[in-house]
C-alpha cells in the first residue's frame, strides 16, 4: 500500500518555466488537497478537491491550477514559474469527513 | 492574527523528560484537533486526533484539547531521541475536511540522548 506519491522529489525551475507536480493515492479517498510549506511556517493550503470533477482554491492560490478526472490524481500546475513559488509542496488526502490527513513525501521545488 | 498560534520552540530535552507542546486557537468553530509529527525532509504524520474537548491518551502520548480555553496540548512521556521532529498542530471545523485545516507553524523538538 504506497498512500500518497508525490513526484518528482525534487525540481528546479527557471523563472517563465511551467511544470507540473504529481499526485497519486491509492486508499480510495474522496479528498485530496495540495499545501506548501516555507520556512518557519506551518502549512498553507493552496488547492483542493472533494471528489473527481470538484475542485477549490485555498489560503494561497494564485499561480497555481489543479484538475481531478480521477479519484487517485492530483496534479499540481505551476503556469509560470516565479523565485517567490520556491518552497516544499505537499499533497494529502483523506476520507470526506475523516479524522487527519495523509501526506506524501514533498516535492522541494526552487525557481531560479 | 492568525487562526492558529503555536508556541515556537525549538524546545531541547534530555532523553526521559516529558514534553509539552501547545497551540492556542481564535475561531470557535473548530471542533476537530489534530497532531502531526514531522521528521526533517518527510512529509508531516498524523500522531493524534481527537474530536471536541477531553484527553487522548496513546502509549507515550496524551492529547488535551480545553475548548473554553481555546488551547491544545500534546504531551510526550519518557522523550526519547527518537521523538526529536517538528510537531504541528492542525484544526478543522465541523463538516469540512482533516486536509482542509489550518495549521500551526510548529514546534521542532530535540531530546537529548
Known amino acids: 500500500n504506497a498512500g500518497v506519491t508525490q513526484t518528482p522529489k525534487f525540481q528546479v525551475l527557471k523563472t517563465g518555466q511551467s511544470m507540473t507536480l504529481q499526485c497519486a493515492q491509492d486508499m480510495n479517498h474522496e479528498y485530496m488537497s495540495w499545501y506548501r510549506q516555507d520556512p518557519g511556517m506551518g502549512l498553507r493550503l493552496i488547492h483542493y478537491s472533494v471528489g473527481a470533477g470538484i475542485t477549490d482554491q485555498g489560503e494561497v492560490p494564485n499561480g497555481y491550477n489543479v484538475s481531478r478526472s480521477t479519484t487517485e490524481d492530483f496534479p499540481l500546475r505551476l503556469l509560470s514559474a516565479a523565485p517567490s513559488q520556491t518552497s516544499v509542496y505537499f499533497c494529502a488526502s483523506s476520507y470526506l469527513g475523516g479524522a487527519g490527513a495523509f501526506f506524501g513525501q514533498g516535492t522541494r521545488l526552487t525557481v531560479v | 492574527q492568525k487562526e492558529v498560534e503555536q508556541d515556537p520552540g525549538p524546545l531541547s530535552v534530555p532523553e526521559g523528560a516529558i514534553v509539552s507542546l501547545n497551540c492556542t486557537y481564535s475561531?470557535?468553530?473548530?471542533?476537530?484537533f489534530m497532531w502531526y509529527r514531522q521528521y526533517s525532509r518527510k512529509g508531516p504524520e498524523l500522531l493524534m486526533y481527537?474530536?471536541?474537548?477531553g484527553n487522548k491518551e496513546d502509549g507515550r502520548f496524551t492529547a488535551q484539547v480545553d475548548k473554553s480555553s481555546k488551547y491544545i496540548s500534546l504531551f510526550i512521556r519518557d522523550s526519547q531521541p527518537s521523538d526529536s521532529a517538528t510537531y504541528l498542530c492542525a484544526m478543522s471545523a465541523k463538516n469540512t475536511n482533516a486536509g482542509k485545516s489550518t495549521f500551526g507553524d510548529g514546534t521542532t523538538l530535540t531530546v537529548k540522548p
Open positions: 475561531n470557535s468553530a473548530f471542533q476537530y
Open positions: 481527537t474530536y471536541s474537548s
